[in-house]
């Protein structure tokens, strides 16, 4: 668990970290390459969620990768699965992380949302429905693996 004191915010408790995949963890169906080691390092602090429709059809190797069994999303109303998805954990709990349109709606529900910019960019309504947002994947972990950052950007 991560526990953060946020002024104007109260206290927050993170468990669960839930992130999209394409376009946030991989880009054209590649794991973004470091990024194995750097999840890796968060597993004693979050239970890691993947979340994705597999669009490239190579989840199973990232699964590999990563060292964990993604959450298959059906293709149809993505937004409104992942949203769910985050509420069943406790949206208190969650801090998410993505960038496309269908990630909108679950950073809006996590307690933390962050967007992150990406080759594949960044949809509008994600940016605007995020917390924070991060020039990339590898910023926002960082944020995670030192959470203080975080108080200092969501501080009021």
């Known amino acids: 668990m991560i526990e953060l004191n946020i002024p104007g915010r109260g206290t927050v408790r993170l468990q669960h970290l839930v992130t999209d995949v394409n376009g946030t963890l991989a880009i054209d169906g590649q794991l973004m390459d470091g990024l194995a080691r750097r999840i890796g390092v968060l597993k004693d602090r979050l239970t890691i969620h993947v979340l994705t429709a597999d669009t490239h059809g190579r989840q ?4 590999q990768q990563l060292n964990l069994t993604a959450t298959r999303i059906q293709p149809g109303d993505e937004a409104k699965q992942k949203a769910e998805y985050v509420r069943g ?19 809006k529900e996590a307690i933390i949302g962050i967007c ?6 960044a949809a509008l309504e994600t940016l605007l429905s995020a917390d924070l947002v991060t020039p990339d994947i590898f910023a926002a972990l960082d944020l995670l693996d030192r959470p203080m950052r975080i108080v200092a950007s969501l501080r009021k």
């Open 60 to 63: 199973s190797f990232i699964d």
């Open 89 to 107: 954990l406790g949206a208190e709990s969650v801090v998410a992380i993505g960038q496309g349109a269908n990630d909108a709606e679950m950073l």
């Open 116 to 121: 992150v910019m990406s080759q594949e960019g």
